[in-house]
């Protein structure tokens, strides 16, 4: 992870679907903005959820329900949707109009 900041969608639990942002790609900075340890959920295979990994033992609250049933998970606290290259984070490729389309299709 470099210091450089990279295009995100940061969605907080209070909000339907988000905003459109730039974040620093730091270490610290991705845990200060998810709030503790950070965990890594893929989207697509250039697409990631970065959450709290501790959030749901912390009580954290829901934020969305990411996929279908059988096949969900429940992401609490705030997180960040970014793109992902090999090992390391960069813009976001998704476009505003088709994750708000994505949370929709999950049911949120």
Same mark, same amino acid.
């Given at each position: 992870?470099?210091?450089?900041?990279?295009?995100? +969608? &940061?969605?907080?639990? =209070?909000?339907? #679907?988000? *905003?459109?942002? *730039?974040?620093?790609?730091?270490?610290?900075?991705?845990?200060?903005?998810? $709030?503790?340890? +950070?965990? /890594? &959920?893929?989207?697509?295979? $250039?697409?990631? %959820? +970065?959450?709290?990994?501790?959030?749901?033992?912390?009580?954290?609250?829901?934020?969305?329900?990411?996929?279908?049933?059988?096949? *969900?998970? /429940?992401?609490?606290?705030?997180?960040? +949707?970014?793109? /992902? =290259?090999?090992?390391?984070?960069?813009? %976001?490729?998704?476009? #505003?109009?088709?994750?708000?389309?994505?949370?929709?299709?999950?049911?949120?």
């Amino acid at each position: 992870m470099s210091d450089a900041k990279i295009r995100a +969608i &940061v969605k907080r639990p =209070d909000e339907k #679907f988000g *905003h459109v942002t *730039h974040i620093s790609c730091t270490l610290k900075n991705l845990q200060r903005t998810v $709030d503790g340890p +950070i965990q /890594v &959920v893929p989207i697509t295979q $250039d697409t990631a %959820c +970065i959450c709290n990994e501790e959030g749901k033992l912390r009580g954290l609250q829901k934020n969305f329900i990411m996929g279908k049933v059988p096949f *969900h998970d /429940v992401i609490v606290g705030e997180c960040a +949707i970014v793109g /992902v =290259d090999g090992e390391d984070f960069c813009d %976001c490729p998704m476009e #505003f109009s088709t994750w708000k389309s994505l949370l929709l299709r999950w049911g949120n």
